[in-house]
């Protein structure tokens, strides 16, 4: 007994860490293997495929800008599904909050051009925030007041948001032109590329909008661990019913956690159009599924706002080293897709493992009855 | 001003675009009643589309001439048999290992996006004819010397019901025929027979159900992949009947329509099937608003909202109240 009590004791962080990461680990190695042997049984070297995808996605400064720049979005949507699963909220819809902060950011562009940087910024960057808060706001009033559940309400509203942004991009905010996209917005409100940042680098894409993801990472930790909204967020996420006799309001915390989650899925259609495209486009045609990875990197970080990073880099390796595999070994693109879907469902299959616990003591136990009863 | 567009056309052409939503939408609604929420239909939908043009290829291909002779009834069957079969792993997941229900769909939806996508570029170049579409023909031939009385004269009442009844319900595909005889034999089952009650009793209240000696486990497997099996009916419909042909991603959002469609028609067979026609009729009017003046001048994208629009008012409680089976999305475990 003692043993083990002072093995607790002395766990260290990483020891700590790498039990926490233990099953994510697993599972990402898992879908992989699975992977392997699609990419196997489809005829190809699986080997050689990883090693092109590994070296598309990291071989250089330009494949890890390119790494970078799949991630940073994938960081925000992530910390915004995380953030709703912690108050027990699934924020299906993050794509249509996504969508709405882009929109948000590409007309606020266009209308705040005449200002100066650091200015315009961050005041795109909250009104943003606030087109994808607004987004979630009907979805999560519709939850608090007649209990509507969020999976559908932000999964509709995901889908009108969606047109409504395509009608818009190609209608009110369309560049003349034939494509249906918005006008190019002026440098000044462009987030900053990192090699305008760091002198010596080569011309990257990736920019600042990762550093901003990064941070508010670290600010959503903060705000889980050491305010009391974090506070009433987890509580409500872990016992509704208690929380609500320790004096939280329901109610209000799920109006709350949403609209932080849609705020958070808005900033990631801000960095994309402030750093990454400088417009929007039609996401009928180019959707960029951004939501719904996010789902996968909350998952697989298990909700943890600094695991988000680790989880986003990840899928943004697999989805920037892609094109390379394909374009060295012919292995379609969509390899990535499955290996994404598998991971999702080994996450959250952790049960697997206890099931296969439970199976193995049932059995066993059924086989003593037996003896006994022989 | 409406005169132009109201023809049989417009209303066969709404059936034609409610099949799909409809039968995914009935299989959705089997499996709330049960208790468990089917988010992954688009992704069923789409690995039967797949599936059922893959296997009409590979009959088509083959020596027996039975076998090449039938071979888009073959693909039908096949069509529901992987649906039933990737539904397996829904109800896997969601029943046996009491993942997240929404958390297995997600994962199959995105699973089967890439599957059948990847599956495609292997196999470059598919595509078949739509040959079920003959069967409906058979039909026609059959009833016309019925009608034959009323076409000899013009300008006949019975003309022109005959010119409707042909021109609305006789041009459709053997699965359109398929899925209103489905919402009606379901509705049947699910208020009329032991069945129905007990699947009902398992959304509702699963231990008291249990209790009374349902079983709780294999009854949501058996509505899960009745699901799966109505779900890739939905998808052999899109490709095998109205496309003839397969296309990465070509549901593009129908199984969610499903849901929205299953919630409109407040978790009912029948109920499910009028909201999808409604939806279809919607869509049918935005593919030919061209003719009409005030109609054109609507964004195509508000009709492509309509749908989600509508839902997100009846869960709000505008339309009177819609709330779902009450167990539905909760694990089971028998104490």
Not at chain 1, 122 to 146: C, D, E, H, M
Not at chain 1, 194 to 221: E, K, T
Not at chain 2, 113 to 126: A, E, K, P, Q, S
Not at chain 2, 219 to 229: D, E, K, N, P, T
Request: net charge positive; aromatic share 10%; hydrophobic share 55%.
């Amino acid at each position: 007994m003692s043993e083990t009590h002072e093995h607790i004791v002395v766990e260290a962080w990483w020891a700590k860490a790498l039990r926490i990461a233990a099953v994510p680990l697993v599972s990402v190695l898992l879908a992989m293997a699975i992977g392997s042997v699609i990419i196997w049984l489809s005829g190809f070297d699986p080997i050689a495929a990883f090693r092109a995808l590994f070296q598309g996605a990291l071989g250089g400064q330009r494949q890890i800008s390119e790494t970078i720049i799949r991630a940073t979005p994938l960081i925000f949507t992530g910390l915004a599904v995380g953030f709703g699963f912690r108050a027990s909220l699934f924020n299906i819809g993050a794509e249509g909050q996504f969508i709405m902060g882009s929109l948000g950011a590409a007309w606020l562009g266009l209308l705040l051009a005449g200002l100066p940087t650091p200015v315009a910024i961050p005041l795109i960057l909250i009104g943003a925030a606030l087109f994808g808060a607004a987004w979630a706001f009907i979805p999560a009033l519709l939850k608090a007041k007649v209990g509507a559940h969020e999976v559908i309400t932000t999964m509709m509203f995901s889908w009108i948001g969606l047109y409504l942004s395509s009608w818009i991009v190609s209608g009110p905010l369309k560049e003349p032109g034939s494509i249906p996209q918005t006008t190019m917005l002026s440098s000044n409100v462009w987030l900053p590329s990192f090699d305008r940042l760091i002198p010596g680098l080569i011309p990257v894409r990736a920019h600042l909008g990762f550093v901003v993801a990064v941070l508010l990472a670290i600010v959503v930790l903060l705000v889980l661990r050491r305010t009391t909204l974090g506070y009433s967020v987890r509580a409500v996420g872990l016992n509704p019913g208690a929380a609500e006799n320790a004096g939280i309001s329901i109610a209000r915390t799920t109006v709350y956690a949403l609209c932080i989650s849609g705020a958070l899925a808005g900033l990631a259609g801000a960095s994309e159009v402030l750093g990454t495209n400088h417009r929007m486009f039609d996401q009928v045609s180019a959707g960029s599924g951004f939501g719904f990875t996010g789902i996968a990197v909350a998952l697989l970080a298990k909700n943890h706002p600094i695991g988000v990073i680790f989880a986003a880099l990840l899928f943004g390796i697999l989805q920037a080293g892609a094109g390379t595999m394909q374009l060295e070994t012919g292995i379609s693109v969509l390899i990535v897709q499955i290996i994404q879907g598998l991971v999702i469902f080994f996450v959250a299959a952790e049960t697997i493992v206890t099931w296969f616990v439970k199976r193995r003591q049932k059995l066993k136990l059924e086989r003593e009855e037996a003896v006994d009863a022989g | 001003m409406l005169g132009n567009l109201l023809n049989p056309d417009l209303f066969a052409s709404a059936l034609r675009l409610a099949t799909p939503i409809a039968l995914a939408a009935i299989g959705g609604t089997i499996c709330e009643r049960s208790g468990v929420v089917n988010i992954a239909l688009e992704g069923i939908m789409l690995v039967g589309a797949f599936c059922g043009v893959a296997v009409t290829l590979l009959a088509q291909a083959s020596s027996v001439a039975f076998i090449a002779q039938n071979a888009t009834w073959i693909g039908l069957v096949a069509a529901v048999i992987s649906g039933v079969l990737f539904s397996g792993i829904h109800a896997f997941g969601a029943i046996t290992l009491r993942m997240d229900h929404v958390v297995s769909g997600t994962a199959l939806n995105i699973m089967a996006l890439g599957l059948t996508g990847f599956v495609l570029t292997i196999l470059n170049g598919f595509t078949t004819g739509r040959n079920t579409a003959g069967a409906s023909t058979a039909v026609r031939h059959m009833l016309n010397p019925v009608f034959d009385f009323a076409t000899q004269r013009s300008g006949n009442f019975l003309q022109t019901v005959w010119y409707w009844i042909d021109g609305v319900f006789l041009s459709l595909t053997p699965i359109a025929y398929i899925a209103i005889i489905v919402a009606v034999v379901m509705h049947w089952a699910l208020y009329r027979t032991r069945w129905g009650l007990r699947l009902r009793a398992l959304g509702e209240h699963p231990k008291a159900a249990d209790s009374v000696g349902v079983r709780v486990i294999a009854s949501r497997y058996a509505a899960v992949l009745i699901s799966g099996a109505l779900g890739g009916l939905a998808g052999a419909n899109l490709s095998l009947e109205q496309v003839g042909s397969f296309s990465e991603n070509m549901t593009t959002g129908r199984g969610f329509i499903a849901l929205a469609a299953n919630i409109f028609g407040r978790w009912t067979p029948i109920g499910s099937y009028l909201a999808s026609l409604l939806f279809g009729f919607a869509q049918a009017l935005q593919l030919r608003v061209q003719g009409v003046e005030f109609l054109a001048k609507i964004p195509v994208q508000f009709f492509l909202m309509f749908p989600y629009v509508l839902t997100v008012i009846v869960l709000a409680g505008f339309m009177g109240r819609a709330v779902g089976p009450a167990a539905v999305g909760k694990a089971y475990e028998k104490e």
